[in-house]
């Protein structure tokens, strides 16, 4: 399965694209900081019209992580900001954006993060309709926090969580699940 046309423009508009719906099963995401508990995450996922990327490593020109080089840079500055992962799925003809980062035990600070990546989306899916034609608007935006990174030990969660809790995520109010490190995780479950 190929991606459509409007994911497949959107894709090839962006530099940090790590997988693919119609090349990978899966999506690593991959915490750079030395210092992280949480180092590495996978989303098991099928083949299908969907594809991820990392903003976090899309923004770094030189020395300096920016968005872009025309934003401002400093302390009282949330917009060059970005989260660890975002997965762009299309299923039925809407698109479900899902937004993830990675943190240690004690998540914070993601709320600027989770925002300042939604606005680059925003922004990506504006220049898609502006400069090939493709309108291409989410339908629904997740947010989630996976946390933790101890070695894995036996521990009982619930395998999907509910509903009520991923359908109603905001920045400031994300999905947050406890994984351990190494974690590996079924894409669906994201999407319940």
């Known amino acids: 399965m190929a991606l459509s046309a409007e994911l497949d423009a959107l894709h090839s508009s962006l530099?940090?694209?790590?997988?693919?719906?119609?090349?990978?099963?899966?999506?690593?995401?991959?915490?750079?900081?030395?210092?992280a508990k949480l180092r590495k995450v996978t989303l098991v996922a099928s083949n299908g019209d969907w594809f991820s990327f990392d903003p976090d490593k899309g923004r770094a020109v030189g020395k300096e992580r920016l968005m872009s080089p025309l934003l401002t840079v400093g302390k009282t500055h949330d917009h060059h900001?970005?989260?660890d992962c975002v997965v762009m799925i299309r299923r039925e003809g809407?698109?479900?954006?899902?937004?993830?980062?990675?943190?240690?035990?004690?998540?914070?600070g993601y709320e600027t993060?989770?925002?300042?990546?939604?606005?680059?989306?925003?922004?990506?899916?504006?220049?898609?309709?502006?400069?090939?034609?493709?309108v291409l608007s989410p339908d629904e935006e997740r947010y989630v926090i996976l946390y933790g990174g101890k070695p894995a030990l036996?521990?009982?969660?619930?395998?999907?969580?509910?509903?009520?809790?991923?359908?109603?995520?905001?920045?400031?109010?994300?999905?947050?699940?406890?994984?351990?490190?190494?974690?590996?995780?079924?894409?669906?479950?994201?999407?319940?």
């Open 94 to 108: 809407k698109l479900t954006v899902l937004y993830i980062d990675l943190k240690s035990e004690s998540a914070k």
């Open 113 to 134: 993060q989770f925002r300042s990546t939604r606005q680059f989306v925003r922004y990506a899916l504006g220049l898609l309709k502006e400069f090939h034609g493709h």
């Open 154 to 192: 036996i521990n009982k969660t619930t395998t999907v969580p509910k509903l009520e809790k991923l359908g109603k995520t905001q920045p400031d109010k994300p999905y947050k699940r406890k994984v351990m490190n190494p974690a590996s995780l079924y894409l669906r479950e994201l999407l319940a």
């Open 15 to 35: 530099s940090c694209c790590t997988h693919r719906g119609d090349q990978h099963t899966h999506v690593l995401i991959d915490e750079q900081d030395v210092l």
């Open 81 to 83: 900001r970005a989260c």
